[in-house]
């Protein structure tokens, strides 16, 4: 009997552990030496107290659960404040089991403490550098995510907007691939397993991101982890908007291939301008003895000469003065000279105005191509027919704008996006070059033109025009 006395005696005061004994009453029956350094009692000092380790405000509770024990409960360890003698508290994960008897009646109760209070202070220093960390990175310029395990925890205010949502909680838990192309999802994986193995940064890196509406959108994007508490670590990648950027590149390049086109056409319409005069004088001749053929040679030549002056309008515009024009009397104009080529599409065109559509500073031939061309280009979407519709209303009062669309087969978001860039066409035949034209033609009035599509739904261009401002004396 003294030797089992002495092995539970070892165990008790070996461990560093503090093990208090009680009954059902929680009267204190024994308690090891780790259990007085925890508490600074001594054990005479206990045995016989009711719970001195436990606060006032926590004993009823705790005889409540010895209660649910004795009924056969089953409770894993718990977090629980302790006391010590001197009044001062501190943290313990508790775990308690009952002593029972032969016949399974209990007895009392074993209480084993571990002082954890280090590991509580190191947890709320670890939340409250996350909430200072939150509110640092929160009004920060550049938008930025934290995600864990590929799932995102937080979005400052800038990534909120660059997102397209309100606040954090719509991002709050979803995944962080869910706003990436499928076919990027393996390059952003791989670049995630970098950073989760380095301490280094990932250098900014160009890629579509989805915003919540489902618009993509040219993005740069770098990531780093931030911590890595309890394995996994949280990751912080930003984000920098570069839609701007691009569409800025893209207008430089599209200007220095509209210059080099120019350069281009302008050659070439001078090269052909000398021999197609020659080839006009001897048609005349021709005319003068009756030959076979001659007018419809002369309308042929009469077409090459519309397209060579047209590439001469594309490499160097003419620099003729504007005039105050009357947009609906052109649209109309326009419109009677297409109704026989649309009625060949059984295609109608209806037309729709304001009642005053201000007047605008224009060349009206160049305004005229423009509406021609446009205009061909709709009755040519709808092969099987259908309806044209060409409005003309005030905009603002300070523009007026023609719309014209069509019920056609559409156009691809792809393509859309790229409409009046040389030789961009559908057309079997086309050279892209019309609406290039179109384009340089507004533009140089001080407009805008703009396209509006999806597929199988038709086509809406929109042509803005500055109107005539009046002059102040």
Avoid at 83 to 95: Q, W
Avoid at 149 to 154: A, E, H, L, R
Avoid at 305 to 316: A, I
Avoid at 406 to 434: A, C, H, W, Y
Wanted: charged letters at 25%.
């Amino acid at each position: 009997m003294w030797q089992k006395k002495y092995v539970i005696d070892s165990i008790m005061n070996l461990t560093s552990d503090g093990i208090v004994f009680v009954d059902i009453a929680g009267k204190v029956l024994d308690v090891n030496k780790k259990f007085e350094e925890l508490h600074g009692w001594t054990r005479d000092e206990v045995i016989g107290t009711v719970l001195p380790m436990v606060p006032d405000q926590h004993k009823e509770k705790t005889l409540e659960l010895y209660q649910s024990l004795v009924d056969g409960e089953q409770i894993s360890d718990f977090e629980a404040m302790k006391l010590r003698k001197d009044g001062s508290t501190f943290y313990a994960n508790v775990t308690v089991s009952p002593v029972r008897d032969e016949r399974g009646t209990v007895l009392g109760f074993i209480g084993v403490e571990r002082d954890i209070t280090e590991k509580k202070r190191a947890e709320e220093e670890l939340l409250e550098r996350e909430k200072q960390f939150r509110k640092l990175i929160k009004l920060n310029p550049e938008p930025i995510v934290l995600h864990k395990d590929g799932k995102i925890q937080f979005v400052n205010d800038m990534g909120c907007k660059l997102l397209g949502g309100a606040s954090t909680d719509d991002f709050t838990g979803t995944s962080i691939f869910d706003y990436f192309s499928p076919v990027d999802v393996d390059l952003i994986q791989k670049r995630l397993n970098h950073v989760y193995q380095s301490d280094h940064y990932t250098e900014f890196m160009e890629i579509k991101l989805r915003r919540i509406d489902g618009v993509f959108i040219d993005v740069e994007l770098s990531s780093i982890y931030v911590h890595k508490n309890l394995g996994s670590p949280v990751v912080q990648t930003v984000l920098r908007d570069i839609s701007q950027r691009k569409k800025s590149e893209e207008i430089i390049i599209r200007a220095e291939k509209l210059s080099l086109i120019g350069e281009l056409a302008a050659g070439i319409a001078h090269d052909i301008r000398n021999p197609l005069t020659s080839l006009k004088g001897f048609i005349q001749l021709l005319k003068a003895k009756n030959t076979e053929y001659v007018d419809v040679m002369m309308e042929e030549l009469e077409h090459i000469n519309y397209v060579v002056n047209e590439f001469m309008t594309l490499g160097k515009p003419h620099l003729n003065l504007f005039e105050t024009s009357d947009l609906p009397s052109l649209l109309n104009s326009v419109v009677h000279f297409m109704t026989p080529q649309a009625r060949l599409y059984n295609v109608q065109i209806h037309t729709e105005m304001d009642g005053e559509i201000r007047l605008i500073p224009c060349i009206p031939d160049q305004i005229k191509q423009v509406l021609i061309n446009i205009l061909k280009n709709a009755i040519e979407a709808m092969p099987h027919g259908g309806i044209i519709t060409a409005a003309i209303r005030n905009h603002q009062g300070q523009s007026v704008i023609c719309s014209i669309q069509d019920q056609g087969v559409g156009i691809s978001e792809e393509m859309l996006s790229r409409l009046g860039s040389p030789f961009l066409t559908s057309k079997s035949n086309g050279t892209g070059l019309g609406l290039m034209i179109c384009k340089r033609i507004v533009e140089c009035h001080g407009g805008k033109l703009s396209f509006h599509s999806h597929r199988n739904q038709g086509t809406t261009v929109v042509i803005e025009l500055p109107v005539l401002q009046p002059v102040h004396a």
